[in-house]
């Protein structure tokens, strides 16, 4: 299968750079697979669109403030890290830019007592840093306290509010980048959801700076799907294997719930309580085991998660409701509109 099969023209004033007053304000589309047809609503109208009895899974990860800048000694070069995720040997893997690194180099960070040494690469733009304190507060705790929320490349400035990058549901860091399809909801239209007889079931997948990365390679088959840590507790197997038994609909609140479902499930389409990594690449041909319908933002052309999204919904499909968003000038990914697709 050809990467060019999810191509599409991106006119690139339509990146949203930054996210509405109120979040549920923003616009959703709403595509059924089986008719094809296509209605535009408001987010915050999400409770009429769904069924009594549905259950909607959202991944509950908040970014870890990884974003930090050094300087390189003795010299004085200014870097910037992205702390992506630990590493076995207790070190970090980031992305850097700035400066040149090689292995042996050190960072220091403005006079704080933290240190940083270059161990591995960089690769690619990729380095595993291995920080130290002077003393107290730990590596770790001066690392948090020093960074701050990393944006996604493609948002040029800063957001005068860094919890808009976080959903309101947030709870453990240890994503790089938010699960962008809950950053629609609010505390008021949970409880509208509530009150529509629509449950709510809770995930976690770390999701990693890599899901921006488009897929350079010219067959999809030889692109190799990084690797995200994921749990589904207990709960919420037992929501989603009871919600399927009744005959409720199981809604995926972006990709990252449709990887961890999908991964923790057998192939009857029962889901069991599992915690691990998944490299599942899911593109069309796969078949789905528990996701009844996916809300999801828009995303990047050539992307592995516009290739979840045809999957799901229909190649010529969803290329085809990209063209209406484009069309009708819909704000894209990550502060911008979604699309719900039942």
């Not at 409880?191 to 999809?220: C, H, N, Y």
């Amino acid at each position: 299968m050809k990467t060019d099969l999810f191509d599409y023209q991106l006119p690139r004033e339509l990146i949203a750079q930054q996210p509405l007053p109120e979040r549920d304000a923003s616009r959703l589309m709403s595509l059924e697979r089986c008719s094809g047809s296509v209605t535009h609503h408001a987010f915050r109208d999400l409770p009429g669109l769904l069924r009594r009895g549905d259950l909607l899974v959202v991944n509950t990860t908040r970014v870890f403030p990884g974003r930090l800048n050094a300087r390189k000694e003795p010299t004085g070069g200014a870097v910037e890290l992205l702390l992506l995720e630990k590493t076995d040997r207790g070190a970090w893997s980031a992305m850097t830019r700035g400066a040149s690194l090689r292995p042996g180099v050190e960072l220091s960070f403005a006079g704080s007592g933290i240190t940083a040494e270059v161990i591995e690469g960089p690769v690619e733009g990729r380095a595993e840093v291995r920080f130290e304190s002077a003393g107290k507060p730990s590596p770790d705790e001066a690392v948090s306290a020093l960074g701050r929320v990393p944006l996604p490349p493609y948002i040029t400035g800063e957001i005068d509010d860094p919890e808009r990058y976080q959903t309101v549901y947030s709870e453990r860091e240890s994503s790089a980048a938010a699960p962008t399809a809950g950053l629609h909801f609010t505390r008021r239209l949970l409880t509208e959801l509530g009150k529509a007889g629509i449950q709510v079931a809770s995930l976690e997948l770390a999701v990693g700076m890599d899901t921006f990365v488009p897929v350079r390679e010219e067959d999809v088959e030889d692109h190799r799907m990084h690797s995200e840590s994921f749990a589904v507790g207990g709960p919420c197997a037992r929501a989603v294997n009871e919600t399927r038994s009744r005959g409720g609909r199981i809604v995926a609140v972006g990709t990252t719930a449709v990887r961890a479902l999908e991964s923790a499930a057998h192939s009857d389409g029962a889901v069991e309580p599992r915690a691990g990594s998944t490299t599942l690449f899911i593109t069309p041909g796969y078949s789905f085991k528990v996701v009844d319908a996916l809300i999801t933002n828009f995303h990047f052309p050539r992307s592995t998660l516009l290739m979840l999204v045809c999957a799901f919904g229909g190649r010529e499909l969803i290329l085809g409701a990209y063209e209406t968003a484009v069309r009708k000038r819909y704000r894209l990914y990550s502060f911008g509109d979604a699309m719900l697709v039942t």
